[in-house]
């Protein structure tokens, strides 16, 4: 399973991004997650892939929307109002386990190559 990711970049406070990751095979869900200079990778948000059901991480919701696209089989992620301390590498991922909703770093196996989100005025 591969996963493309697309999207990032640099966007002043309050604005808004999205990024795209294509997956090449079928996972159980795939979720986005971040991980900040000199800290630990973290879960953003997850979407389902049998019945779209979401979860999020408790800093982004209601800014953040991840949705997903079964005929191109792409999950996006919508970021609204970023702040300062969203700047970070977000990173797709896929997980085959029963848990993905947790998620937990660990439980995802394959990931996209990463893509910067600098938000700075």
């Known amino acids: 399973l591969q996963l493309v990711e697309s999207g990032g970049g640099l966007v002043q406070p309050g604005g808004s991004l999205r990024l795209s990751c294509a997956a090449s095979?079928?996972?159980?869900?795939i979720g986005w997650f971040r991980q900040a200079p000199g800290k630990e990778r973290e879960g953003v948000s997850v979407?389902?892939?049998?019945?779209?059901?979401?979860y999020y991480a408790d800093s982004v919701k209601g800014r953040f929307t991840i949705s997903r696209d079964n005929a191109k089989n792409t999950v996006y992620l919508q970021m609204n109002s970023l702040k300062p301390e969203d700047t970070a590498v977000y990173y797709c991922a896929a997980s085959m386990r029963l848990t993905w909703k947790f998620m937990r770093v660990y439980e995802y196996t394959y990931w996209g190559q990463g893509s910067q989100v600098t938000v700075s005025a």
């Open positions: 979407i389902s892939n049998s019945d779209g059901s979401t």
């Open positions: 095979g079928f996972t159980l869900a």
